[in-house]
């Protein structure tokens, strides 16, 4: 008997034929022969399952092989996309948290602008501006509301709107009544009663300006007499804005009883206004002089608004290791990002690495690249630009190299950068900065195309000449 089989085991048939042959030494009959028949049979079944699988391995194995080549390039890649959906997410909520900084500061500056413009136009006689600036200051409701509320009844009893003026009067003793322009609020309600009965007109200046007038003449004369006359009517019920022009003369005088009384006004707890102007006027006299002054006033205040003045003073005076210790010590940040900044527009750029080596918080070395940019440093944004290891912090350098109009070195960084992320913030800071030829080359070289149609888009935005000329090119092909 022979034993075949279709699947082409080659080693079960021929271990089947082998087994016959051994039973074809007993009779066909003899039960001998049976049993050697059966277990042949019975082996070559068993071996016919394992036979099979390995035959099956090795006809499905190529295509397995590429199948498990594709699920892992397709994890690969759901992983790398995943990775890249984080930094994304990251990058944004960086932006979202620069950007909610920008707009706090925008909102700081706005206020200090109206604030500014609103006692520029008091000083030119402009009352109804005065009185726009100051009401729309109130609407911000920022920390100057309760002066923007004073000069807006200031100005309002110039106007003649005695009502008015007393109504915001009233608001000001309602809302707030531990400020410190409730005094003057007061002093100056004595005012709007005493003439409630008169026209109050714009283009009378009163006696005060006359007897302002004769104090300067007077202290150009004789100082030792008009000093101490000022020092009297600092101390009166007289306006603010009286006030302040009182502290302007004494300050011209640079004697050192006049600096006395001004060091008295930024220590106390007068007008903030005042006191701010005092420790202003206080860095008009000789550096030895005001230095130690002003530290002293520094440390001693609690008054954020004294404090930034004394940062202020320190600008004018040229103090940059005062700049340095409040810029390293204070605890107040807003006052740090002040010191800060005043130490870019000094120009102290060796006070400004030795903060930026020292400092751990990110935005602070945001802050302080940002005053090497007020200080014109353009080498040191270089450096950061190139060598940061903070992908944040170079990209504030790439900015700021952009409005420095460091054209030839931004080319340079966008031909050797990898990151993504960077190359945009080169196109985004030629954009910025109106480099219409630089975003032209980089069009016309690139050769990622999400990159080149950014760059395309940047310059349909410009107008320039260069934009349009190559915009024209790529309409003609």
């Known amino acids: 008997m022979i034993v075949s089989h279709s699947f082409g085991s080659g080693s ?29 049979l019975s082996l070559g079944l068993l071996l016919l399952p394992s036979s099979l699988s390995a035959r ?6 190529p295509e397995a092989s590429a199948q498990s080549a594709d699920e892992k390039r397709d994890a690969d890649e759901a992983r790398q996309e995943k990775e890249q959906e984080r930094l994304e997410r990251e990058q944004e909520k960086r932006d979202r948290e620069e950007e909610a900084r920008d707009r706090g500061q925008e909102k700081l500056d706005r206020q ?24 729309e200051l ?44 409730k005094k003057d609020a007061e002093a100056l309600e004595i005012e709007v009663r005493q003439s409630s009965n008169q026209q ?9 300006e006359l007897y302002n007038l004769a104090l300067q003449g007077l202290m150009n004369s004789s100082p030792e007499r008009a000093i101490p006359l000022i020092g009297k009517k600092l101390n009166s019920s ?42 202003e006027y206080l860095s008009m006299f000789g550096e030895e002089k005001s230095h130690k002054l002003l530290n002293d006033i520094y440390s001693s205040s609690s008054d954020e608004s004294v404090r930034r003045a004394v940062i202020r003073s320190y600008l004018l005076n040229g103090d940059r290791a005062s700049l340095l210790s409040a810029a390293k010590g204070e605890k107040n940040e807003s006052l740090r990002r002040e010191a800060i900044r005043t130490l870019g527009l000094t120009g102290g750029t060796t006070e400004l ?26 080498k040191r944004m270089e450096q950061a630009a190139l060598n940061e290891k903070n992908v944040d912090l170079r990209r504030s350098a790439i900015r700021n190299l952009g409005l420095m109009g460091q054209s030839d070195l931004l080319q340079s960084i966008y031909a050797k950068e990898t990151d993504r992320g960077l190359k945009e913030e080169v196109l985004n800071s030629y954009f910025i900065s109106g480099n219409a030829k630089a975003l032209v080359v980089i069009a016309k070289s690139e050769k990622d195309p999400s990159l080149k149609k950014e760059a395309v888009q940047k310059l349909s935005l410009m107008g320039s000449k260069e934009g349009n000329d190559y915009l024209m090119e790529i309409l003609e092909k």
């Open 56 to 61: 099956s391995a090795r006809v499905q194995s």
């Open 238 to 279: 007289t306006s603010v804005k009286d006030k302040s022009k009182l502290l302007f003369i004494l300050a011209q005088s640079g004697r050192p009883e006049a600096m006395e009384i001004l060091a008295n006004i930024a220590r106390g707890q007068s007008n903030p206004e005042l006191q701010s102007k005092a420790v």
């Open 353 to 378: 690495e030795q903060l930026f080596q020292s400092e751990s918080s990110l935005d602070l070395k945001r802050e302080i690249l940002q005053a090497f940019f007020l200080a014109g440093d353009s």
């Open 12 to 40: 079960v048939a021929t271990l089947g034929c082998a087994s016959l042959k051994n039973a074809e030494a007993y009779p066909r009959s003899s039960a001998l022969f049976k049993r050697a028949l059966v277990a042949s």
């Open 200 to 208: 109050v007109k714009p283009e009378e200046h009163g006696d005060a």
């Open 138 to 181: 109130i609407k911000l409701n920022g920390p100057q509301t309760d002066a923007a509320m004073y000069w807006k009844a200031y100005t309002e009893n110039r106007l003649g709107k005695k009502a008015a003026a007393l109504a915001t009067i009233a608001d000001i003793k309602a809302k707030y009544a531990q400020s410190r322009w």
């Open 112 to 135: 200090q602008e109206l604030y500014d413009n609103g006692r520029e136009a008091l000083d030119d006689d402009h009352y109804e501006k005065a009185l726009q600036e100051f009401a």
